[in-house]
């Protein structure tokens, strides 16, 4: 099933919030505009408002606020990818130039900064504390994963659980604040915000380790994006911390080691690292650890009535396991 027919119930909305979003990007300063619809029309998938939007369905939320708060959604993720490009000297994003190698990087951040505060201008147009207290907590919390993802460079000595905490907050948290807001919005019981708000943080998570998964096991046409770029700047991803465990020799550690050292990777640099993590499981036990999240998600929705919601919900976490994008 594709995205399109998962989605399909909330079709009128995500168009709307596709116009909000082109609407509000429109600026005097011809810049913003142009990198906003470049990065805007470049095919993304819109999963975050999607999100936002089903889970209002869930709770048959109606108020205009869904659109807005969605295209807010949109704003922070979209200013956190001109920021990675510019750190990670993308040249490619949803298989086309990134914003950064067309305009450069100081442009790409100011804008990613304008978005920001796009953001939170729509956010305190909602006028409710409570999704203003999500949005900014997840702002905060988003920064601390991409910062200590940067502290964590390099470092093979990165264990499970900093890996876990840097994905959580860098990718589970939109996910997990976007099904939050719905629930605030809809004034639902605690126990049912807890449980979409739980589902959001673990598909959030299940998304970030296939994507992980991707970077040794795919190609760029597939992916969208230049392969092997966690590799070349040194991070340190689920992939490779299971292989160097699963392979449990020291001569491999050291090649891995002085490869993660060096000032360039070449080609066959990248390749040896992508065969030795997939020669030692590295791929394959990323998703098994991303199945485990979906299943986890997937039982957080059994306290809710069945509804066409509950199954797009559903559909969704298991083509997160499936995706290639």
């Not at 949803?94 to 804008?111: D, F, P």
């Not at 993802?149 to 876990?164: A, R």
């Not at 589902?199 to 380790?209: N, P, R």
């Not at 020291?250 to 030795?276: G, Q, R």
Request: net charge negative; aromatic share 8%.
């Amino acid at each position: 099933m594709t995205l399109n027919e998962i989605f399909s119930i909330i079709d009128e909305d995500l168009k709307l919030v596709e116009d909000s979003i082109h609407h509000n990007i429109q600026n005097k300063i011809e810049l913003i505009s142009s990198i906003g619809s470049h990065i805007f029309g470049s095919g993304g998938k819109r999963l975050r408002p999607a999100l936002l939007l089903l889970a209002c369905k869930l709770f048959d939320y109606k108020g205009p606020e869904r659109i807005y708060l969605s295209s807010a959604i949109e704003y922070i993720h979209t200013a956190t990818l001109l920021h990675d490009d510019v750190v990670d000297n993308s040249v490619l994003r949803r298989g086309k130039q990134s914003a950064n190698s067309i305009w450069g990087n100081e442009a790409s951040v100011l804008v990613g900064d304008f978005l920001f505060a796009k953001a939170f201008i729509l956010i305190v147009g909602s006028k409710n504390i409570r999704v203003l207290n999500i949005l900014s907590n997840a702002t905060g919390n988003l920064a601390e994963g991409e910062i200590f993802e940067l502290v964590k460079t390099g470092d093979l000595q990165t264990s499970i659980n900093d890996y876990f905490e840097i994905i959580k907050n860098k990718t589970g948290v939109l996910f997990s604040a976007a099904c939050e807001i719905a629930a605030v919005l809809a004034d639902a019981p605690h126990n049912l915000l807890n449980s979409i708000k739980s589902y959001g943080d673990k598909i959030g998570v299940a998304f970030q380790l296939i994507d992980d998964a991707l970077d040794y096991a795919s190609t760029d046409v597939e992916l969208g994006k230049k392969i092997g770029i966690d590799i070349q700047e040194g991070k340190v991803t689920l992939p490779l911390i299971a292989a160097l465990t699963n392979a449990n020799s020291d001569s491999l550690y050291s090649n891995v080691k002085e490869i993660f050292y060096k000032d360039s990777i070449a080609e066959d640099d990248i390749n040896f690292l992508k065969n030795f993590v997939l020669e030692n499981r590295g791929v394959e036990d990323t998703i098994k650890q991303a199945h485990n999240f979906i299943s986890q998600a997937k039982e957080e929705l059994s306290i809710f009535h069945d509804s066409p919601a509950k199954t797009s919900l559903l559909l969704l976490a298991d083509f997160i396991l499936k995706r290639r994008f």
